[in-house]
């Protein structure tokens, strides 16, 4: 199967990276190679020949010999895009992964199709929303019901 929209880069251009300089680096460096997207297209063949069971992020590493943060970033990753989603039973305490073409085989009960956000995920949405408004301030003013909706989606994010 071929996955034209390979990588999914949902956090600046890249796959995600853990917050230092080198892991920044690598992760811009793998979308900017190929390594990214031949690592999720390889992962969603894997997904798709195991079948509607899926597997877990363990399961799936060892098969393709992918480590931790490789595996686990990138079923993130493919799970926000849609091409994958996750089963709410556990196996071996954790939930697996299923490649979405079998996603009729179960009830919404079931799944989760998008991942949760994390307080991180949540704040940083906030963070963009508010530097959208002030962009949009400078540009058309600040009126006191702007300045208001700033200053409380600054309370809410300290």
């Known amino acids: ?3 034209p929209e390979l990588p999914f880069l949902p956090y600046d251009g890249t796959g ?3 917050g230092s300089e080198a892991s920044r680096l690598r992760a811009e460096a ?5 390594t990214l997207a031949d690592r999720q297209a390889l992962i969603l063949d894997y997904l798709e020949g195991v079948g509607a ?3 877990t992020w363990a399961t799936t590493g060892q098969a393709l010999n992918l480590h931790h943060g490789q595996v686990s970033g990138a079923l993130s990753n493919l799970h926000q895009a849609g091409a ?4 709410r039973k556990r196996n071996n305490r954790s939930h697996p992964y299923v490649h979405v073409k ?3 085989f179960y009830t919404d009960a079931e799944v989760h199709d998008s991942p949760k956000t994390t307080k991180a995920g949540q704040r940083r949405v906030r963070l963009e929303e508010l ?3 002030c962009r949009d301030g400078l540009v058309s003013g600040f009126d ?3 300045i208001a909706g700033i200053v409380k989606a600054l309370d809410e994010l300290a």
């Open 131 to 133: 530097v959208a408004a």
């Open 1 to 3: 199967m071929t996955y």
């Open 30 to 34: 793998e979308a900017d190679d190929g």
């Open 16 to 18: 995600g990276h853990a």
């Open 102 to 104: 079998y996603r009729s």
């Open 53 to 55: 069971g899926g597997a």
């Open 144 to 146: 006191s019901e702007r």
């Open 84 to 87: 994958v989603f996750m089963l």
